[in-house]
Each structure stands twice: as structure tokens, then as C-alpha cells.
């Protein structure tokens, strides 16, 4: 990355940070910023690895692709299985049962939770923790605190392993589902099923508003300039999930746009996949560029990243929790409406209601995550009291021979697009924009630094050596690098 020393005659740092461990995660992302006066003054966010789920597709049943875009991650599995039967269900003209749509939420809202609890208490707590495995920091602390955060990792990682039996009751197994399939679900609920599903939800939203709520806010004002600061690009996206009617007209995370602080409705024309800084040919015209991947290009001069950048009407969006709640402006629990006032001093009601400068902090990220976790976890009753054992839960159709379908869903970590062309019964063209292309994108065609890069701009940096303000910020954005690079 290039960097002068002209204003300030001081050499600028470089700093890199490495493959696979900037996300403690698998899936290698690369970060490198320069360092100026102790601030971030440049950013470039790089994922190392093409997988090519999108052409291993191609000729294929499209009834196989709900199984086999599973692969493309462990962590946000069930939304690629939603996401590729809609898709399908689209091009065939197939409406699914009410207790296929219900067991399909049962199925991706434990997929949220665990996913949520991964990323706080695995990924991103050892950055605020001494102590815990992975961990940087040299301050010890208070040995007691540390100890007790220690001993509450354990009991999520126990939370995490209900969710995913939770998840395995209807799903078959966790963490690649086996029912989820175009038509609906392939799994038949039983009393058995419901109430084993209704008692691990139970426990584990115990866990989420006793334990994880608080710790959440207790982390934000331990490090209260982390809840301070707002940074990223403030553009935000859902494309809607956990339908609540069978018409598609209601959703727990209705679609929305904020772009430039203004509310937009989401229209799903506007989203492209820009290759200039990716390692991809550039693909040819196309009215709907969405339908034309470009192919690896690994040599492409000024390109830096596997990762494409998803684009809405040209700027860069972030999504997940965050954009979520902001854009729905969900209520916050009763847990966190106390915490907030007590801990935060904010007298916050919903989310919106904390402010931009809190909502769009580092900590602002996972409070994003915790109060999610609660509000889906509550959301859940009303889906297992639809659920009917009686009711079909799928729907008999033919794959067509030539038809296309545009599909929509959120993963735990954000917007999730599949797009599937069908000729000839088989998969013509695959195309899927995942949550971490839109987080982790490059610098698009504008020349806009992708959300996580423009978050990273201004960060304070104390010690370059062990620049922890920084790796913050990215696993606040809780990055797949495996599902970004297909
Ligand atoms: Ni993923």
C-alpha cells in the first residue's frame, strides 16, 4: 500500500495483519493499515481464497444446491439452505406449506443464536478479557472478573450445543441441516420434537438475558470510548427474513435501506457485484449484472481481494445485527432499556433510540448481536405455537426446464442473495452475494472503501505492535471470510 510522509515528516507505519488470524475463524482475511500519528489513516481488508461453490453448481440438479451452498460455511449454514430453496421455489412457481415457512425459522433462528454467541464469546471477548484463550492484552485485571467471564464462555459454548440440538430436532443434524429443500421441509415435527425444541429454547434464553445482555453492556462501559465513537460507512441493508404469513408480506426483520440517513424502501434491482478490486475478470455488459460472475483472475493488477464488492445503487452497505435493528428500530429488551440507562446513561427505549454514536460504535455492533439474540429467541413462541404435527410441510413440484428465480434471506451476520438460472433442468448460472461481501468488501468502481476499511479509517492506535483497537472494529463486524469467497 502506497503512503508518504509529506505532512507530517514522519515515515508512516505499515501494518499487516495476517492470514487466518484476524478472525478467529476459518477462512483466511488479510488486514493492512497505515498508521499515522497513531491514527488509521488507510485500511485495506483482503480475503486470500477462492472456493468456487458458484461453478462447482453449474450442470447440476438445482434441487442440489440447498445441501451443497451449506458448505460454503458451519456457522451461517441454514440461511444458504433457505436461501437456495426460495430461489428454486421461485423459478418452479412453488408455494410452501405454513409449517415449512415455521420450521424453516425454528430451524435458522437457533442457527442466529449460537452463531451470535460464537462470535461474542469465541471470537471477540478475548480482545476485552485477559486471560482467555487468544488473548493480547497484558493488563491483567481483576483475577476474580476474569475467572467468572471465563467460567460464563463455558456455559455459552453449553448454550451454543442446545441451540444446535435445537436446531437438529427439526434440521435432522446441525451444523449442515439435512430438511431444508426446495417444496418446503423434509422432516415431519412431532409433539416429541416441539417441546425438546420448546425446553432448549427456554434455557438458553435464560442464558441470553441473565448472562450474555449483561456482560454485553458491562464490556460497553468498561470500554466506554468503544460505545462512544460511531465509525463505518453508515449506509445500511436487510433484505428481510423469518417470513411471519405465507404472502411474503410480513417479516421479524422487515427489508429496508438506510442510505445517506435517510429510510428507503429495499429494491432488490439495485444490488451488483463490482470485480474492479477483486481478483476477477471483469464480466461483460449485462443489463442484470448480478446473472454474470466474473472468473478468477489471480493475476489482475490492482486487485486485492477474493472478496467482490456487493454494492446497492453503487455505495457499500453494511449489514447484520446492526442494520437489522437499525432499520426495523426493534425495541430493546427490558434487560437492555436498564442496562443502557444504568451503564450507558442512555434512556433508550429502541434501538434507534440509543443514538448513532453508541449504535454504530465497535460495542454498538454486539450489543446489536445480544439484543437480536433475545428478540429472535422471544419470536420463537409464536412459531412453535402455529406448528401444527398434522399440517403438510411440503409442497410436490416439477424442477422447470428453464426458469430463473432472485431469492432473499439474512444470515446471523447479514444480507444473503442466491440467484439461480435453470436450462435444461440443470443449473445454468449460480450466483450468491453473501454477508462478508458486503462487510468485507474492496474499494468498488467509485473508488469507496468498503464498510469494514471505512471503519477502520481514524482508529486510534496506541501501540502498533499489538493493534488491538483494530482488530476490535473487524470482529465487531463478525467476518466469514469462508462464505464471502466462493
Ligand atoms: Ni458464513
Not at 427439526?170 to 417444496?183: K, L
Not at 416429541?192 to 450474555?212: H, M, N, P, Q, V
Not at 423469518?242 to 442510505?259: C, K, N, Q, T, Y
Not at 472468473?295 to 437489522?324: N, Q, T, W
Amino acid at each position: 500500500m502506497a503512503a508518504d510522509n509529506k505532512e507530517t515528516g514522519r515515515p508512516p507505519q505499515v501494518v499487516s495483519l495476517p492470514l487466518d488470524t484476524v478472525q478467529r475463524i476459518e477462512g483466511p482475511l488479510r488486514a493492512e493499515i497505515v498508521i499515522r500519528d497513531g491514527l488509521v489513516t488507510e485500511a485495506r481488508v483482503s480475503g486470500g481464497m477462492y472456493r468456487g461453490f458458484e461453478t462447482i453448481l453449474l450442470g447440476r440438479d438445482p434441487r442440489d444446491a440447498a445441501q451443497l451452498v451449506q458448505r460454503l460455511c458451519a456457522s451461517c449454514s441454514t440461511a444458504h439452505a433457505v436461501a437456495a430453496s426460495l430461489a428454486l421455489e421461485q423459478a418452479a412457481g412453488v408455494k410452501v406449506p405454513s409449517a415449512a415457512r415455521l420450521i424453516r425459522n425454528l430451524i435458522l433462528a437457533a442457527d442466529f443464536l449460537q452463531a451470535h454467541l460464537l462470535h461474542f464469546y469465541r471470537f471477540a471477548l478475548p480482545d476485552y478479557v485477559p486471560d482467555l484463550p487468544g488473548s493480547s492484552l497484558t493488563a491483567r485485571g481483576s483475577q476474580n472478573r476474569n475467572r467468572a467471564i471465563a467460567e460464563q464462555c463455558r456455559q455459552a459454548f453449553e448454550m451454543r450445543v442446545l441451540c444446535h440440538e435445537a436446531a437438529a430436532l427439526f434440521g435432522g443434524r446441525m451444523p449442515h441441516p439435512q430438511s431444508i429443500a426446495a417444496g418446503g421441509v423434509t422432516c415431519k415435527p412431532d409433539r416429541a420434537g416441539i417441546l425438546g425444541y420448546t425446553e432448549r429454547i427456554k434455557r438458553i434464553k435464560d442464558f441470553l438475558s441473565e448472562k450474555y445482555l449483561p456482560l454485553v453492556y458491562a464490556t460497553a462501559a468498561r470500554w466506554k470510548p468503544l460505545a462512544e465513537r460511531a465509525a463505518g460507512c453508515r449506509n445500511m441493508l436487510c433484505v428481510g427474513a423469518f417470513p411471519m404469513d405465507e404472502g411474503g408480506r410480513r417479516f421479524l426483520f422487515s427489508p429496508g435501506v438506510v442510505m445517506e440517513g435517510k429510510d428507503l424502501p429495499f429494491d432488490a434491482t439495485l444490488i451488483r457485484e463490482d470485480v474492479k478490486y477483486a481478483w476477477f475478470a471483469t464480466p461483460p455488459e449485462s443489463p442484470a449484472p448480478l446473472r454474470l460472475s466474473g472468473h478468477p483472475s489471480p493475476d489482475k493488477a490492482g486487485a486485492y481481494s477474493f472478496i467482490k464488492a456487493a454494492c446497492y445503487a453503487g455505495k457499500p452497505m453494511e449489514v447484520g445485527p446492526l442494520a437489522r435493528l437499525w432499520i426495523n428500530d426493534v425495541p430493546l429488551s427490558e434487560t437492555g432499556r436498564d442496562l443502557a440507562a444504568e451503564l450507558l446513561g442512555k434512556k433508550a427505549q429502541t434501538f434507534r433510540e440509543l443514538g448513532e454514536e453508541t449504535a454504530f460504535s465497535v460495542m454498538g455492533r454486539h450489543i446489536a448481536g445480544a439484543e437480536e439474540s433475545l428478540f429472535v429467541a422471544e419470536a420463537i413462541a409464536t412459531w412453535l405455537q402455529q406448528l401444527d404435527p398434522a399440517d403438510e410441510t411440503s409442497a410436490a413440484f416439477a424442477v422447470p426446464l428453464a426458469a430463473e428465480g432472485l431469492a432473499f434471506t439474512e444470515s446471523p451476520h447479514g444480507s444473503l442473495t442466491h440467484y439461480m438460472r435453470v436450462e435444461n433442468g440443470a443449473i445454468a448460472v449460480y450466483v450468491i452475494v453473501s454477508p462478508s461481501m458486503w462487510n468485507c468488501a474492496p474499494r468498488n468502481s467509485a473508488e469507496r472503501r468498503g464498510p469494514l476499511e471505512e471503519a477502520l479509517i481514524g482508529l486510534p492506535v496506541p501501540d502498533a505492535a499489538n493493534p488491538v483497537s483494530v482488530t476490535r472494529m473487524i470482529r465487531a463486524f463478525a467476518p466469514c471470510p469462508g462464505c464471502a469467497a466462493q
